[in-house]
């Protein structure tokens, strides 16, 4: 329909053109025959630059290309043809010259917003972060009902550390958004990062009713929830993800794991960490979880395997070793036990856990002065320990007890 109007435009002042020629070379003929010809130019570019955002919008970058310089020749004043050679360049990833279509855009006008946000997008590329912003602020000023525009600020505002203005922002402006699962999302991120999970969990809860179909705010939600001890409702989320998705990413394969343990379905969450182990075999943090959740329901054959597999893939850290010698001091093994507990001690320089494990073996070894030493080195670790201050107590009652008799 448009370009049946254009094509009509085109013939009416291609009429003019030609009944200007015939009235003979007057003044008025020139300017009239002058406006006929501008009027065509600019309907051609017209025809050029919509040839053009097709070639965009079909990925054909180069004969976008060659199509928007065409229409420039034609109408080199439109600042809308700058701005759509911009985004052509940006695409290809020519930097600088796309920042110089847009500036050259700024300055003719027209589409001055427009032409701001995609600078923004060209500054942040760069890492010129306050570009960026002032680039985001400008065009939301021009547009203050353009979403996009106030998001990309936002984002801006966070990425570069400014978290009380990004919030202050959002909400200046959400009442005109109310039905904005995009805010609530932004607005719950500034709450995280504000120390406020519950309020972020209320947000995307919210968020989450205006798009159902968006898994990133699930995602979202579910970690919010976790930060904010909401474990039952996480849970549920990270069940209404599976259902979603099929398969979720590690990460939060072990977030929900974390959270079947909080809730008490410890053997729920251990075949969650079965499956997270036998698809990423080399996830050291999942064994080391699998292990300690196989100590907990005494499922030694698990804690064994989860040992040697961490000691394999992180040999300075503690937890393989410290899960190997609990297995062999659980079957009254304790001089093997020993070696494997003084060596998650020498990789451990602040927990107490293998300190106190230490202990144990040494006492079950016969050697309660060094199991005094190991208990009064957890003390001095972490002097709020009970459970190392109760066993110090008990050895030098001990101890003291033997010197009487």
Not at 25 to 50: H, L
Not at 70 to 96: D, K, S
Not at 230 to 241: K, P, R
Not at 359 to 366: H, P, T, Y
Request: hydrophobic fraction near 45%.
């Amino acid at each position: 329909m448009i370009i049946r109007m254009l094509q009509s435009s085109v013939l009416v002042a291609a009429v003019m053109l030609l009944g200007a020629g015939c009235a003979g070379p007057t003044r008025a003929g020139q300017e009239a025959r002058a406006d006929a010809r501008a009027r065509i130019d600019g309907f051609q570019a017209s025809f050029t630059y919509e040839r053009a955002r097709q070639y965009y919008g079909t990925g054909e970058f180069e004969k976008a290309l060659r199509e928007i310089d065409h229409a420039i020749t034609q109408a080199p004043g439109a600042g809308m043809f700058h701005v759509m050679r911009g985004r052509i360049l940006l695409e290809v990833n020519r930097l600088e010259a796309a920042e110089k279509a847009f500036a050259e855009a700024i300055a003719l006008g027209g589409a001055e917003a427009e032409a701001q946000y995609y600078l923004g997008i060209v500054c942040q590329r760069w890492r010129r972060d306050e570009e960026a912003l002032s680039a985001y602020q400008k065009a939301l000023e021009l547009e203050p009902e353009n979403l996009q525009y106030l998001v990309a600020a936002a984002e801006m505002l966070l990425s570069t550390g400014q978290v009380d203005r990004a919030g202050a922002l959002v909400e200046s402006r959400l009442r005109f958004f109310e039905s904005s699962a995009v805010l609530l999302q932004l607005l719950a991120q500034v709450e995280m990062l504000q120390g406020n999970p519950r309020r972020a969990s209320e947000l995307l809860l919210q968020a989450r009713m205006l798009d159902p179909e968006n898994t990133q705010l699930l995602e979202e939600h579910l970690w919010a929830q976790w930060s904010a001890q909401q474990f039952n409702e996480a849970v549920s989320t990270a069940e209404s993800l599976r259902r979603r998705i099929g398969r979720v990413r590690p990460d939060l394969a072990v977030l929900e794991a974390r959270c079947l343990v909080q809730t008490g379905q410890l053997h729920e969450a251990h075949a969650r960490y079965r499956n997270i182990v036998h698809e990423n075999p080399t996830d050291t943090s999942a064994w080391i979880e699998l292990g300690l959740l196989s100590w907990d329901i005494d499922d030694r054959a698990r804690m064994s395997e989860a040992a040697r597999r961490v000691q394999r893939l992180a040999p300075g850290r503690p937890e393989g070793w410290m899960l190997e010698g609990a297995v062999e001091l659980s079957l009254g093994r304790a001089e093997a036990a020993l070696p494997m507990l003084q060596r998650a001690v020498d990789r451990d320089s602040s927990g107490t856990a293998a300190l106190i494990l230490l202990g144990r073996a040494f006492e079950a070894a016969g050697r309660p002065q060094d199991a005094l030493h190991a208990y009064r080195t957890a003390v001095a670790r972490d002097p709020s320990s009970q459970d190392a201050r109760w066993l110090e107590a008990s050895m030098v009652q001990f101890l003291q007890a033997r010197a009487d008799n």
